[in-house]
């Protein structure tokens, strides 16, 4: 049997949903190609991520697949707001007894720019004293206000007068793995770790190795990635919560879940982690059991990093910025391996705009991206 996936057979069906899967910024285009292999219709990178089409089924699967995506967020309002009260009356005029009732919680966020409001807390505020009036109005109480875990999650996002409200499907973020209990400092985001796999040029049954690999982040992402594990396999999500959530979208749902598992197509892929802290390899190793993958882990010092396969990827987050002041023999370390990293492709994440200097090596291509707030580059190096 192909392992290609196809869409589903059967008549049309009109696809008259508008989603938004968030991404770091940066990653855009990555997380674009990642949803068109999901086959995700109507797909379109824009800033700050990208707009889809369909219907649940699809946000479900981007919730459940997608290694890049931060949230999923269906549109279900647009409307203009020069005022409070036409926020208000605006918000108030959505049936939010799709999503909740007097029972459940809610939370809401927002984001502006150049809009007559200036403050996101007054923007959320109003926006939830819509929502809690109506579904008062409507079933004699009122739901409950819940900032770290609510029942349904709610964006704003305000440019000029234009106002455009979504409902968050995937809840709490889908960087938010549950493998990653214990970390080292800074590491990187699930999603982004995903992501800069993608754009230096991994794909499953490529050999990947992370000489700095801290608490495994790149291997156990890279491994889920080649074994097939879907990156939101063992979480729970918003829409679970939803009082839509019926037996047609369980349905919906299980159908989602058992594709994952047909087009999962394991490939055999060499992927190693190495770090010369013990303690961390300790950590890595507990990650990616927690995690269902089995990378394979060293305790080893760059400089003694066995010569690997040929068409070998080495990615790799060394310290930057305040970090590197505590430790100055990095760079140093990584300036002798891209010296015998001939042969090789060499992805390096850094926020030290002047690495390249540094290392006395040009690269052959650089991605701007952000890890959290700090802006990094993603350096690549084909050494000759």
Request: glycine share 8%; proline share 6%.
């Amino acid at each position: 049997m192909s392992t290609q996936e196809r869409p589903p057979s059967g008549p049309p069906r009109k696809e008259d949903r508008q989603y938004f899967a968030t991404a770091a910024k940066g990653t855009e285009g990555a997380l674009r190609d990642e949803l068109r292999e999901l086959r995700m219709p109507k797909v379109r990178a824009a800033r700050g991520g990208v707009g889809f089409a369909g219907g649940p089924e699809h946000a479900m699967r981007a919730c459940l697949r997608s290694r890049i995506a931060l949230r999923v967020l269906e549109s279900v309002a647009s409307f203009r707001a020069a005022s409070s009260d036409s926020l208000y009356e605006g918000t108030a005029a959505v049936d939010w007894r799709r999503w909740i009732d007097h029972t459940g919680t809610v939370a809401v966020s927002a984001t502006e720019k150049d809009s007559v409001f200036g403050h996101t807390g007054f923007i959320a505020q109003r926006i939830k004293d819509a929502v809690v009036d109506r579904l008062r109005r409507e079933t004699g109480d009122r739901p409950d206000v819940d900032r770290t875990d609510p029942d349904l999650h709610i964006v704003a996002r305000i440019v000029n007068d234009s106002v455009e409200l979504f409902v968050d499907f995937a809840g709490e973020p889908l960087s938010r793995r549950g493998y990653r209990t214990e970390a080292g400092e800074a590491p990187v985001r699930e999603t982004l770790a995903a992501a800069i796999l993608r754009l230096s040029g991994f794909t499953p049954g490529r050999p990947v190795v992370d000489p700095m690999c801290g608490s495994g982040t790149f291997p156990i992402e890279a491994a889920m990635w080649a074994e097939g594990v879907p990156a939101g396999g063992r979480k729970s999500f918003g829409f679970q919560r939803w009082q839509g959530f019926d037996s047609h979208a369980r349905a919906l749902w299980q159908t989602e879940c058992e594709r994952a598992q047909q087009f999962a197509n394991p490939v055999p892929t060499s992927v190693r982690g190495s770090d010369r802290d013990g303690e961390m390899i300790r950590i890595a190793r507990a990650n990616a059991e927690r995690a269902g993958v089995a990378p394979e882990f060293t305790a080893r010092a760059l400089a003694d990093l066995d010569r690997p396969e040929p068409e070998t990827l080495f990615v790799l987050n060394p310290p930057y910025g305040k970090r590197i002041a505590q430790d100055q023999r990095a760079y140093a370390d990584l300036a002798r391996f891209l010296d015998r990293a001939a042969g090789y492709t060499v992805a390096v994440l850094s926020a030290d705009l002047w690495l390249p200097r540094v290392l006395s090596c040009r690269a052959d291509s650089e991605h701007t991206l952000f890890n959290g707030d700090v802006e990094c580059r993603l350096y690549r190096w084909n050494p000759s």
